[in-house]
């Protein structure tokens, strides 16, 4: 089960990583000043991952 949870925990790292480059590449060649609504929709989904992330290190930390 720490397993699973563990490498769940690293994918949404990595997703969340993909998250803040694709945001700042759509920032600097798509939308260049018009792409602050979309920034700020990637960045909430980027809090969310993150909020994942911090759950399951919580839970990790009990369950070992």
């Known amino acids: ?3 699973i949870l563990i490498k ?4 949404l790292q990595k997703l ?3 998250l803040k480059y694709a945001t700042n ?5 798509i ?4 792409g602050w609504f979309i920034r700020g929709l990637i960045e ?4 969310i991952f993150q909020f994942f992330i911090d759950a399951l290190n919580w839970v990790l ?4």
Not at 25 to 29: G, K, S
Not at 31 to 34: M, S, T
Not at 44 to 47: C, E, H, R, S, V
Not at 61 to 64: A, C, E, L
């Open 1 to 3: 089960m720490n397993f």
């Open 8 to 11: 769940f925990m690293e994918l």
């Open 16 to 18: 969340t990583e993909l």
């Open 25 to 29: 590449w759509f920032d600097q060649y």
């Open 31 to 34: 939308l260049a000043n018009l």
């Open 44 to 47: 909430l989904l980027i809090k």
């Open 61 to 64: 930390q009990y369950v070992r």
